[in-house]
């Protein structure tokens, strides 16, 4: 596939527009952008670039996008995608800086950013549902979530829980490997 870069700067200068909330909410946007209407990437591969996104230092959004861009069209596509994304929101914290304390006031936008936060909430649903439809396939990858989970629920650090879900990952896949 050899998409331009005018497309590919469009779609996630679109996307980048419409991203509130961070990283956590970009799934549903590039789901329905990517791999529903262009089929640019699989929804595997989208799974699997935000969960690179997550374990590089950086934005998650931005980290995904450049993976993305990556596999489209190389290193130009990947700051492409990097740029279509985070102009949009460059220029709103420019927009909004001037404004700030006028828009702290205001009634409007208050009861506005409620209702953006109500979306937001559902858009992170939402990814959790693509990532668990996605990543708990068997009774070892839901073993490993209701571990993880309790792990994280006593405290223990978050690195510390990817590098435990990895180790466990390589030694199932060895153990599964070694039974053929």
């Keep these: 596939m050899n998409t331009s870069f005018i497309n590919i700067f469009l779609v996630f200068l679109k996307i980048g527009c419409l991203l509130l909330g961070g990283g956590y909410v970009i799934v549903p946007l590039l789901q329905s952008e ?14 699997d670039f935000y969960a690179l996104g997550q374990c590089v230092p950086g934005l998650i959004a931005a980290n995904t ?12 596509g990947a700051i492409v995608t990097l740029l279509g ?29 409620w209702g953006v936060n109500i979306a937001i909430i559902i858009l992170i649903f939402l990814t959790v549902k ?21 792990l994280s629920i006593i405290g223990v650090s978050p690195a510390l829980l990817i ?3 990895a180790v466990l990952g390589i030694v199932w896949k060895k153990r599964k490997e070694g039974r053929r």
């Design 34 to 47: 990517l791999v529903d209407k262009r089929k640019w990437i699989t929804k595997e591969e989208l799974i």
């Design 65 to 76: 996008a450049i993976f993305i861009g990556y596999k489209l069209r190389g290193k130009t």
């Design 85 to 113: 994304l985070t102009i949009p929101p460059f220029l709103a914290i420019i927009l909004l800086a001037s404004i700030l304390t006028e828009l702290a006031k205001s009634t409007l936008m208050n009861n506005i950013f």
């Design 130 to 150: 693509e990532v668990w439809n996605t990543s708990i396939v068997d009774k070892f990858t839901l073993f490993v979530f209701i571990l993880m989970f309790i």
């Design 163 to 165: 590098i435990f879900a």
